[in-house]
């Protein structure tokens, strides 16, 4: 019994070790001396800014219906969804029936809307325009529901896009998250890497997500041996010194 009591504590030890707590799994923390979080600075947020190969949807409204229908007033099918969109080219521009190719590329929506308003005014003056970036999708991988989804809103940051994933599992890695972010012009895409626990990361470099952003949720090195909650690490010592009485037991009766 003396042995079986040893065990019995070096292994509750071991398990109390292996839990998940707040320090490691929890958000919004303050730095301090023990958990040594991160501090991040806060910086103005930037919109996004088109690049080459994103995709623009537009709608052209005028009280001229005939031309405006011709030009693509109705851009929507029957079932809501925009019927066309329009790819910029590698020269950074896109082309639009009866207008010559418009430079997009490094301008917001806002901006883009402004330059095509001004371009159909010059064939249809009460012409107004309505534009969006139709590759408004950001992706997750690894330990987080990987999949791809909807960027709904301006400024969406990286608490709402991992909630509508359904959070990081508790084996994901939030020490080190990292967003993979496609550059312009052929350059190589930016990685960014950061602790999401640190209250700092708020309107840091890292809060917010854009078009075509990665993000990549890696799993903790030590997570197959740890316990995701108290309720599955009672079971597993219920469990296993159920298991471990009755090898011993089978061996005091084999030796008796």
């Not at 190969?53 to 229908?69: A, P, Q, W």
């Not at 529901?145 to 969406?156: C, G, L, P, T, V």
């Not at 990665?214 to 219920?238: D, E, H, P, W």
């Amino acid at each position: 019994m003396k042995t079986i009591r040893v065990i019995l504590i070096g292994f509750v030890a071991v398990m109390l070790s292996s839990c998940y707590s707040h320090r490691v799994i929890g958000y919004l923390q303050e730095p301090t001396k023990q958990n040594k979080l991160p501090q991040y600075d806060s910086v103005p947020y930037q919109p996004y800014r088109i690049r080459v190969n994103d995709e623009i949807i537009y709608r052209l409204v005028s009280m001229d219906e005939t031309i405006s229908k011709a030009l693509g007033a109705n851009q929507s099918s029957s079932n809501g969804q925009y019927a066309n969109s329009y790819r910029v080219y590698s020269d950074g521009t896109i082309d639009l029936p009866f207008l010559e190719p418009i430079k997009v590329q490094g301008l917001t929506e806002v901006e883009a809307q402004d330059t095509l308003r001004a371009a159909f005014r010059e064939i249809i003056p009460d012409a107004d325009v309505k534009v969006a970036l139709y590759n408004k999708y950001f992706s997750v991988i690894g330990d987080a529901h990987a999949s791809q989804y909807y960027i709904y809103k301006e400024k969406m940051n990286i608490f709402q896009a991992l909630a509508m994933t359904g959070d990081v599992m508790n084996s994901g890695d939030r020490r080190h998250i990292r967003i993979i972010r496609p550059r312009d012009n052929g350059q190589e895409p930016e990685i960014l890497e950061f602790d999401m626990r640190t209250n700092s990361i708020i309107d840091s470099k890292y809060y917010y997500i854009y078009p075509n952003d990665v993000i990549y949720v890696a799993r903790t090195k030590n997570s197959f041996y740890t316990v995701g909650n108290y309720a599955g690490f009672i079971g597993l010592i219920t469990s296993s010194v159920a298991l471990l009485t009755t090898v011993l037991n089978y061996v005091a009766y084999i030796y008796k």
